[in-house]
């Protein structure tokens, strides 16, 4: 007799659509918080290093003069740690999940030339203002020291 406890419910399921969804049929949906990967909008960063600092697995490297961004995703825990410093926000966590991988190796990003080029050129003008104003507090104490 304990049988007969189950029939409402199976019967009732019959009817209903299932519970369960056809995945290689339909994508998956992932909620809102989910954790996925880091990606990066690599042009928008500084390469200030906040994000290697803050990396528990220590699984980023940044090099500001090359204008690259590296991450080993085999040492990556995607905690999320890195997008809560980077200042500029280039970094966020995209839904979804990488393939699998069976080698160890590090994916690498670097900004465009136009990006680079333009940089460099701030960093000469920065040289040049830097080294004018060297030069002018030299000839400053100079001035001072021919009038003593």
Not at 1 to 23: E, G, Q
Not at 30 to 58: F, L, N, V
Request: aromatic residues 6%; charged residues 30%; glycine residues 4%.
């Amino acid at each position: 007799m304990a049988i007969m406890n189950f029939v409402p419910t199976a019967l009732k399921n019959l009817f209903l659509k299932p519970v369960t969804t056809s995945y290689p049929l339909e994508p998956a949906e992932y909620p809102e918080r989910s954790r996925g990967h880091i990606r990066i909008s690599i042009d928008d960063c500084i390469g200030c290093g906040m994000c290697t600092r803050a990396c528990p697995s220590g699984a980023l490297s940044v090099n500001k003069n090359a204008g690259t961004w590296e991450i080993n995703r085999f040492d990556c825990v995607v905690c999320g740690y890195c997008v809560e410093k980077c200042p500029k926000k280039c970094l966020f966590m995209e839904k979804g999940y990488r393939t699998p991988d069976t080698q160890k190796a590090t994916e690498t990003f670097t900004k465009s030339p136009e990006v680079l080029a333009a940089e460099e050129a701030k960093r000469k003008e920065a040289a040049e203002k830097a080294a004018a104003a060297k030069a002018a507090m030299a000839a400053k104490k100079a001035a001072e020291e021919t009038k003593k």
